[in-house]
T-cell receptor, first 111, second 112 residues
Framework: SQTIHQWPATLVQPVGSPLSLECTVEGTSNPNLYWYRQAAGRGLQLLFYSVGIGQISSEVPQNLSASRPQDRQFILSSKKLLLSDSGFYLC??????????FGPGTRLTVT | DQQVKQNSPSLSVQEGRISILNCDYTNSMFDYFLWYKKYPAEGPTFLISISSIKDKNEDGRFTVFLNKSAKHLSLHIVPSQPGDSAVYFCAAEISGANNLFFGTGTRLTVIP
């Protein structure tokens, strides 16, 4: 069966520091991969999605970036965090059908 | 621009009664709709979906209704159980596009 992992589970970072969140999927190949953010009191906002290695589409302009160095690995990064980057970050995968399957999420607090 | 809206941030229901969660959308191009359930500090889990060619889809205690003319869908849970207490997200997409649009969620509390 397919499993999606995210780490770390929680992270506290100062403003201006870099960020790297990792997501890996097991048990499937060539998945579509997604990064979402849920800010307090708001819905899930799609940040990036990828349909293949090295292919990244950005939905929201911001100081975040994403990379897909391997088929089942998706990384969310920032060079300098802002206070507004605080939130709950979720990675998800799908196989071209509508249902997306989410990881456990990372709670990021920027102080 | 919020294309999918859940106007009720919270809902409380007595155990055994029906829970009705509502969702409205603005984009008439959406043709597939989903409901996700989310517990605190966890990722959302897929619950049930419906294609725009249907107006109802049922899975056990969960039924989703779609009213395309009103651009409205609802999730019915009957009977409601305490374990159903969670945040429920409505989502919509245009088939073939790699983008799910989510509502802001409704927190359901089922009172024992």
């Amino acid at each position: 069966s397919q499993t999606i992992h995210q780490w770390p589970a929680t992270l506290v970072q100062p403003v201006g520091s870099p960020l790297s969140l990792e997501c890996t999927v097991e048990g499937t190949s060539n998945p579509n991969l997604y990064w979402y953010r849920q800010a307090a009191g708001r819905g899930l906002q799609l940040l990036f999605y990828s349909v293949g290695i090295g292919q990244i589409s950005s939905e929201v302009p911001q100081n975040l970036s994403a990379s897909r160095p391997q088929d089942r690995q998706f990384i969310l990064s920032s060079k300098k965090l802002l206070l507004s980057d605080s939130g709950f970050y979720l990675c998800a995968w799908s196989h071209g059908v509508a249902e997306q399957y989410f990881g456990p999420g990372t709670r990021l607090t920027v102080t | 621009d919020q294309q999918v809206k859940q106007n009720s941030p919270s809902l409380s229901v007595q155990e055994g009664r029906i829970s009705i969660l509502n969702c409205d959308y603005t984009n008439s191009m959406f043709d597939y709709f989903l409901w996700y359930k989310k517990y605190p500090a966890e990722g959302p889990t897929f619950l049930i979906s419906i294609s725009s060619i249907k107006d109802k889809n049922e899975d056990g205690r969960f039924t989703v209704f779609l009213n395309k003319s009103a651009k409205h869908l609802s999730l019915h849970i009957v009977p409601s159980q305490p374990g159903d207490s969670a945040v429920y997200f409505c989502a919509a997409e245009i088939s073939g596009a790699n983008n799910l649009f989510f509502g802001t969620g409704t927190r359901l509390t089922v009172i024992p």
